[in-house]
């Protein structure tokens, strides 16, 4: 008897921990470098800082950034989306709805009661991913969001949620043989310079395009914020999708840099919510640098790697 309750106690504690996915799985491809064994970075030592929230499906991480800023994060899966719970006196926005695989409509029901709209940072798949559940969404209207809008099918979707691209138990009702990226319906379009009131809180929308067409930054000028998207993030910038454009991200780069001193901290889409603004002035430098063939690459899945000092940028 002592020895099944042992046994039992260890099944428990496995149960709590991430298990990393066998050698057999398949690697994570044109992601760049030194993504082999990605999930040995986690916890990542940013995270700490923040007082982490227990809701109910716990293929979620949600913290308190600020009193009125919730990240919802999933480190589950190889992309490690960031999305945001922005709380107005009026209404809540949520910036992106993440890969889908969890019920973020759920976590946001316990986090608020306020009415939710949905804004989205583009329309990459791990961003849109839980759009489907919500009413009231608002996106930038361009051809590859409309495009996008319509979902996209296991047989193309099933790649991010096979071999390396999850370490850690999904839901019990995510089912991957049959995991797609669900069409969804704008409610509003909005454009750049746009003004969203929650209420106490007063948003900019920037259109940044770049990593794709549709890809936008939101600025918080009175709290000298700004959700950067996958415009920037503390590692490797893709620039080297077919619907990306590096002349197109370099612009982008250089408006973003003219809101360094305006802002204090970005809150990025991908793996730390919290870095300094001065990240803007390196982007649009970097890129430049690439632009004027100034910097020495390594190829990497068919693209060529630029290495900066705490990020790098993929290009073909």
């Not at 046994?7 to 993504?35: Q, W, Y």
């Amino acid at each position: 008897m002592k020895v099944v309750w042992t046994l039992f106690i260890l099944f428990l504690l496995m149960g709590c921990t991430h298990s990393p996915p066998s050698a057999a799985k398949d690697r994570v491809e044109n992601r760049g470098t030194n993504k082999e064994n990605w999930w040995d970075k986690l916890p990542r030592e940013a995270w700490k800082k923040f007082e982490r929230l227990d809701v109910a499906d716990d293929w979620f991480e949600v913290y308190q950034i600020t009193p009125n800023i919730v990240a919802i994060y999933e480190p589950g899966q190889f992309e490690e989306v960031i999305s945001y719970l922005i709380l107005g006196q009026e209404r809540a926005l949520l910036w992106d709805t993440g890969t889908g695989i969890g019920n973020i409509k759920q976590v946001v029901n316990q986090l608020t009661d306020l009415d939710i709209t949905v804004l989205n940072s583009h329309t990459h798949y791990d961003h849109v991913g839980g759009n489907h559940q919500f009413e009231n969404i608002y996106n930038i209207a361009t051809t590859f969001t409309k495009k996008n809008m319509k979902g996209k099918p296991h047989d193309i979707a099933k790649e991010f949620v096979e071999g390396d691209w999850i370490w850690k138990s999904t839901p019990a009702d995510f089912h991957k043989d049959t995991y797609e990226s669900k069409p969804f319906t704008p409610t509003h379009w909005i454009k750049h310079g746009d003004q969203i009131d929650l209420g106490g809180i007063e948003l900019t929308v920037l259109h940044t395009p770049g990593h794709t067409p549709d890809a936008i930054c939101l600025l918080d000028s009175a709290n000298r914020l700004l959700f950067s998207g996958d415009t920037f993030y503390p590692a490797p910038l893709y620039a080297h999708f077919g619907e990306s454009s590096v002349d197109t991200y370099l612009e982008s780069a250089k408006l973003l840099a003219t809101y360094q001193d305006s802002v204090d901290y970005l809150l990025p889409s991908h793996n730390e919510p919290w870095v300094p603004s001065d990240y803007l002035g390196k982007m649009a430098a970097a890129f430049q640098m690439i632009k004027d063939g100034n910097k020495e690459y390594v190829e990497t899945d068919g693209a060529k790697e630029y290495a900066f000092d705490g990020f790098s940028i993929l290009v073909n």
